[in-house]
C-alpha cells in the first residue's frame, strides 16, 4: 500500500491509534454495525483519517483481520526529519512503550510525531495518567489535540 509522506497534502484530521481501531473491532461487530465500519472506511478513503504503518504492525500481533483492513489504505510512515522529535520522545518520555524491545515496533511514538508534524488530531483509547507517560499526557505536553473515540463520533458528526 502506498505509504504518506510529510508535510500532507492532504485535509487529514485524525491518526487513529491501535487501542482505537481493537476497541471498534471487540464492541462494534461489523454484522451489526455495519454503519459504523462503513463511515470508518470511507473516512480513510476520503483522507480524513490516517493510519501509521506502525498501527498496521501492532495489529498483526492482535487482528488479522484488522491488519489487513488497515493495509488496504494509504499508512503514513514516518520521515527522517521526524527522528529527532521520535528520539527526544525517547529521552523524555523513557515509559511510553518499551523502547529496548526488539522486533517490535511500536506505534505509540509515530502517531505522536505524525500528529504533531501534520497538526492533526490523534484519536485513542487510552486515558491520561499523570504518573505514566501515555499517549494523551505527550500530547497534552506538545500541544496535540487528543480525543477518546465518542468524542471522535461527535466531532465528524456520525450518529448510529
Not at 520522545?89 to 526488539?102: F, K
Amino acid at each position: 500500500m502506498n505509504q504518506v509522506e510529510i508535510p500532507f497534502e492532504k485535509p487529514y484530521r485524525y491518526v487513529m491509534d491501535t487501542s482505537v481501531l481493537i476497541d471498534i473491532q471487540q464492541q462494534f461487530s461489523r454484522d451489526v454495525f455495519k454503519s459504523l465500519w462503513k463511515n470508518l472506511e470511507q473516512a480513510a478513503k476520503d483522507e480524513i483519517v490516517i493510519f501509521v504503518k506502525q498501527t498496521e504492525w501492532e495489529l498483526w500481533r492482535h487482528s488479522v483481520i484488522l491488519a489487513e483492513w488497515v493495509s488496504q489504505f494509504p499508512l503514513y510512515q514516518a520521515m527522517s526529519e521526524e527522528q529527532a522529535f521520535i528520539g527526544q520522545l525517547q529521552e523524555d518520555y523513557p515509559d511510553l512503550i518499551d523502547w529496548n524491545a526488539t522486533n517490535i515496533e511500536y506505534a505509540d511514538p509515530y502517531l505522536i510525531s505524525c500528529a504533531y508534524h501534520n497538526n492533526i488530531t490523534i484519536v485513542t483509547q487510552e486515558k491520561w495518567n499523570k504518573s505514566k507517560a501515555k499517549i494523551p499526557t505527550v500530547s497534552k505536553d506538545f500541544g496535540i489535540p487528543c480525543i477518546m473515540l465518542n468524542t471522535f463520533f461527535i466531532d465528524i458528526g456520525w450518529e448510529f
